[in-house]
């Protein structure tokens, strides 16, 4: 099997098992708990995307791989990292919590796209040897990102719905 299909294998394969761990763990928990409750903690976990900062540092990926994809990436994640941890700072304060939780699930949405879709035309299948010791980042760290991305939509959704049912529009 080639390098470029290795690649590919793996970054489908990477949402299995997260999909089985949060379905198995995740999920009831987080339906167990308020939903800002459960934004925080999807919160905690995106507040670390500041490391994606790793694919603009020399010496830790090759020289090879396509600044197009490195810097836009890094800085994607570093954007989504801060606005996740401005989403925990503001817990306390319901409207700008809920505000910087929307933020940093969009911003990281549209990067992890715009990342597959660089990767996609830059061929960084077969420059996937580049990725160096980040090679895991987007084999495991990128789909539990999407999926919990996914996971906070849906819980929004969910309390949004939730609260419209409780407190009807009294026209």
Excluded: C
């Excluded at 763990?25 to 167990?32: F, K, M, S, T, V």
């Excluded at 699930?105 to 420059?127: C, E, K, R």
């Excluded at 895991?136 to 819980?155: K, R």
Aim: aromatic share 14%; net charge positive; glycine share 8%.
């Amino acid at each position: 099997m080639s390098p470029e299909r290795i690649f590919q294998v793996q970054l489908v394969l990477g949402y299995v098992p997260w999909l089985f761990t949060l379905s198995i763990y995740g999920l009831p928990r987080l339906r167990a708990v308020a939903p800002a409750e459960a934004q925080r903690v999807i919160a905690l976990l995106h507040s670390f995307r500041f490391f994606g900062l790793v694919f603009i540092i020399p010496g830790v990926v090759g020289a090879s791989l396509p600044p197009g994809f490195a810097t836009v990436a890094a800085y994607g994640d570093f954007a989504t990292g801060i606005l996740a941890m401005l989403a925990v700072a503001t817990f306390r304060m319901r409207p700008v919590f809920w505000f910087f939780t929307l933020a940093f699930n969009l911003v990281g949405v549209a990067d992890i796209l715009v990342d597959y879709y660089h990767g996609a035309m830059l061929g960084l299948g077969t420059l996937s040897g580049q990725l160096g010791s980040t090679y895991a980042i987007p084999i495991l760290y990128v789909p539990l990102l999407m999926i919990t991305h996914v996971l906070a939509f849906m819980l929004m959704a969910r309390a949004r719905s939730t609260t419209a049912v409780l407190a009807p529009n009294r026209a």
